[in-house]
């Protein structure tokens, strides 16, 4: 299984819509698919039209009162299932610094599901914390959408120097740009100073209406405007990501 964790220290930057529309993707690739929505906002959920069908099922997990399986659920689209967010994600942070657990705590549930699947796509909440370390060290790829602003690029060196500082794997980061917008001179020169990076992949997802309905269908951009230039982008994406985490 390859464990693929959409994060960013910010919010805002279309994490949550790369991390339903690649899910989705690998799905249709015929590749055994679960998503986990760790986001208290519980986007991700909204937008594959699922709700948690255990009471406080995160809370549950962690304090292992419960399997990682009792949450799985369908989500209507063959090949991916999902652990849907519930109100106690929110908590995770003070869970787990009570629980006083290792960066090991994380990586232990995700064991559970080695046999099980192909991909697991985990939908992060942003901000450093225990459970973000927990997930950085799980992961076997941390992918951050990166929108090209002077802010943006700032968030990203602060990441890589919070791996180096907690002496993570940096070669598990990688980075795509997203909500691109080429009438703009700095995101043309931010894409291409950061071209030479090679975390950065090359294909790309512009900032398009067709993205911000997925909130109307409810649904990933392939399953209502799968001949738009949004899922061409996307596909084209993925294309690329499927290629370098599977070299």
């Not at 992961?139 to 802010?151: K, N, Q, R």
């Not at 691109?180 to 090679?198: A, C, Y």
Request: proline share 4%; glycine share 4%; net charge negative.
């Amino acid at each position: 299984m390859i464990s693929i964790a959409l994060y960013n220290l910010k919010g805002g930057v279309g994490k949550t819509a790369s991390c339903v529309n690649l899910s989705y993707l690998a799905a249709q690739d015929g590749y055994k698919v679960l998503l986990w929505d760790l986001d208290p906002q519980g986007s991700t959920s909204f937008y594959y039209n699922v709700q948690p069908k255990v009471k406080s099922g995160t809370q549950k997990l962690f304090n292992e009162q419960l399997d990682l399986g009792d949450l799985i659920m369908f989500t209507g689209y063959e090949n991916i299932e999902i652990i849907p967010a519930d109100l106690t994600a929110r908590n995770l942070e003070i869970i787990m610094e009570e629980m006083r657990s290792s960066k090991r705590r994380f990586k232990s549930i995700l064991s559970q599901l080695e046999k099980e699947y192909d991909f697991l796509f985990i939908d992060c909440p942003p901000g450093f914390s225990v459970l973000s370390e927990n997930i950085f060290y799980a992961a076997d790829i941390i992918l951050m959408p990166t929108i090209p602003t002077t802010l943006s690029v700032r968030t990203y060196e602060m990441v890589k120097e919070y791996f180096q500082e907690k002496g993570l794997d940096e070669s598990k980061l990688m980075c795509c740009f997203t909500m691109v917008d080429l009438r703009k001179n700095m995101h043309n020169e931010i894409m291409q100073e950061l071209s030479r990076d090679r975390k950065f992949f090359s294909n790309y997802i512009p900032y398009l209406s067709d993205i911000e309905k997925m909130g109307v269908h409810q649904a990933p951009i392939h399953a209502f405007a799968p001949s738009s230039y949004a899922a061409k982008c996307y596909t084209d994406l993925w294309e690329e990501i499927k290629e370098g985490v599977m070299e």
